[in-house]
């Protein structure tokens, strides 16, 4: 079950069309955020509204009053009764770049707001790490969350062993298909600061909580050579909030286990939850 907001109101998904005339088909003008709905309370919904409105505005999207359009539907969506898994769903906002192109700018866009269960992600996971698959690629528009996740599924296609491909242009490491990423080097933090990334909501909530306990943080693109000293490796996303990562291609990171960094700051998350709820 999946509901969607569209055109003013809420309908089953499978019921809602896009004209193929929209620039989100025909050019892949459009961009995206996706929030975790935890019982029926979105997750850090403003931080999410921001980065959507930044996404589109950089994309040249003319939102006017969308985004508190947006909003509204995100939060009376999650209290719905069909709201999917009572509640403890994924919410995807969308902005399309609609049906004119004004020399690269998009003056009437248009907008939905999916409501659907969450990849299933289990437990074990957790405890086991998951594997990534390096890429040469980068992510162009670091600071746009955009609809087109071509180079990322083409460079991981049928790697059925991986979760995600990881951005490493010219060396340097960035960040996920969908996740944020960090290394832990002598119990300091390494991550990509934001603008070579995108500012991952999760990303910014992990920092937080970190430099509040004192733990060391260093926001630099680090070295795809230093993934096999480093002593963990996790992704940051919403939906999968603190998740360990084991291995990078070939590269064993902490001897294949997750370490008690990731523990320490997933717990940590979990039990700061509802500061960030709505
Ligand atoms: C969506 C996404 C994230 C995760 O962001 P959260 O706000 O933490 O959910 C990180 N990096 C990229 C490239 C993404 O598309």
């Known amino acids: 079950m999946s509901i969607c907001f569209f055109e003013g109101e809420f309908r089953p998904t499978g019921e809602c069309r896009l004209p193929v005339t929209d620039l989100a088909i025909q050019r892949g003008v459009g961009v995206f955020d996706s929030i975790r709905i935890y019982k029926k309370r979105a997750f850090a919904l403003e931080p999410h ?16 009053g969308m985004i508190d359009r947006i909003r509204d539907a995100v939060r009376s969506g999650a209290k719905r009764d069909d709201c999917p898994d009572d509640g403890d769903c994924i919410c995807k906002t ?3 770049g609609g049906d004119v192109n004004d020399c690269g700018r998009f003056p009437e866009p248009r907008s939905f707001v999916i409501f659907e269960s969450g990849p299933e992600i289990v437990e074990e996971e957790y405890e086991r790490g998951v594997s990534l ?11 746009v969350k955009s609809i087109n996740y071509l180079v990322g599924l083409m460079e991981a296609a ?14 340097k490491i960035t960040e996920t298909l969908r996740s944020s990423f960090f290394l832990c080097i002598g119990g300091r933090l390494v991550t990509s600061p934001v603008g070579e990334v995108l500012g991952g909501v999760t ?9 509040e306990a004192g733990i060391a943080v260093e926001e630099r693109s680090p070295g795809v050579s230093e993934l096999r000293s480093s002593d963990e490796a996790f992704l940051t996303s919403s939906w999968k909030e603190v998740m360990p990562v084991v291995k ?25 939850l509802d500061r960030w709820l709505d």
């Open 49 to 64: 509204m921001e980065r959507l409105r930044e996404s589109a505005v950089t994309a040249g999207i003319a939102i006017g």
């Open 94 to 96: 969308y902005i399309t």
């Open 133 to 143: 698959h390096p890429t040469a690629e980068g992510r162009p528009f670091p600071r």
């Open 158 to 171: 049928e790697r059925h062993d991986v979760m995600e491909c990881l951005y490493c242009p010219g060396g």
């Open 203 to 211: 990303r910014n909530i992990v920092l937080e909580l970190a430099r």
């Open 248 to 272: 990078v291609g070939d590269a064993l990171i902490g001897g294949g286990r997750p370490g008690p960094m990731a523990k320490r700051l997933l717990a940590m998350f979990r039990s700061s």
